[in-house]
């Protein structure tokens, strides 16, 4: 599938001996939102080896890697298509908004790509199937109406526990201990969003977006992340004490949560820009992924 882009050149140079088209078309490509998109497939993947306790079925693995590309790149797209308006006025470079890809383009790739996710899944079984389906309607969700409501972030409290339930499920691996994961990923969604929303806090608001950071404000919010990803560390650990855990697998992932927390924080401190707000987002990011995977393989 190829991304339908403008006809008009970027004033970026190619490269010797490369076509001008290919820098458009890369910057087109950016409407899937490449790094939450192939975070979530690695995450997805790392999950079904953990669940499986070894390589899981290699036919049933790309098809639960198929979905998840699917469902990303659709809720990406959604965001960037429902956002154009916004993004024309304080992101200009993204693909809608330079007219690299238009607008009705971007809204059919959505669906094709909220198709194929969904065929897919049809695959995956009943549970593997309506646990797929929760998850892209969270984003979906989020991307058309509540980004701009008091209830922006229970999409991401809801869909971040999903994840590893529908790994599980799909994987016909499920254990009660999971259910854990509900208190868990939503204490991690809700530090998520905060982090993701906040370099933008600015000027989203002042172009009528209204969201639950938009609402408390830039250090309640930046407080609020930090509280509920402490309190998510907090709560595994204390875990420990009903679950019995494997602590060679379990305190390195601990330790990798706390040490980014301890950068998200310090380097805000340090220097309160856009860069750190996003470098703080991305730290809490990939510790939620490795802290996730490493409780779930000591946990299961």
Same mark, same amino acid.
Do not use: E
């Given at each position: 599938m190829t991304?339908?882009?403008a006809t008009h050149q970027d004033t970026i140079p190619a490269p010797a001996g490369k076509s001008v088209r290919a820098t458009p078309i890369f910057r087109a490509a950016r409407i899937i939102h490449p790094f939450p998109?192939? #975070?979530?497939?690695?995450?997805?993947?790392? @999950?079904?080896?953990?669940?499986a306790g070894g390589a899981p079925d290699g036919g049933l693995l790309v098809r639960m890697l198929a979905v998840m590309f699917c469902a990303q790149c659709a809720i990406g797209v959604t965001n960037d298509y429902f956002d154009r308006e916004l993004?024309?006025?304080t992101k200009p470079w993204k693909p809608i908004a330079a007219g690299i890809v238009r607008p009705s383009a971007a809204l059919l790739l959505a669906a094709a790509f909220a198709i194929a996710a969904t065929t897919v899944a049809a695959t995956l079984g009943v549970g593997g199937f309506m646990l797929a389906m929760l998850g892209m309607t969270c984003g979906l969700a989020y991307d058309v109406r509540l980004k701009r409501t008091v209830a922006s972030a229970l999409?991401?409290?809801v869909a971040i526990p999903v994840l590893p339930l529908w790994v599980w499920?799909?994987?016909g691996e499920w254990q009660?201990?999971?259910?854990?994961? @509900?208190?868990?990923g939503? #204490?991690?969604g809700l530090a998520l969003h905060l982090a993701n929303t906040l370099p933008d806090l600015d000027d989203d608001r002042a172009h009528g977006v209204a969201g639950l950071a938009h609402r408390l404000g830039a250090a309640r919010s930046m407080l609020l992340a930090w509280s509920s990803f402490a309190a998510a560390l907090a709560a595994s650990a204390i875990l420990s004490l009903v679950i019995d855990y494997e602590l060679r697998i379990y305190v390195p992932a601990?330790?990798?949560g706390a040490g980014a927390l301890t950068i998200s924080a310090g380097v805000y401190a340090a220097r309160r820009d856009g860069f750190t707000l996003q470098l703080g987002f991305g730290a809490l990011s990939l510790a939620s992924a490795v802290l996730a995977v490493g409780w779930l393989a000591a946990a299961t």
């Open positions: 991304l339908p882009v998109t192939l #975070l979530n497939v690695a995450a997805t993947a790392g @999950l079904a080896f953990v669940a993004d024309a006025a999409p991401y409290m499920v799909t994987l009660p201990v999971l259910w854990w994961l @509900l208190p868990l939503a #204490l991690l601990l330790g990798v």
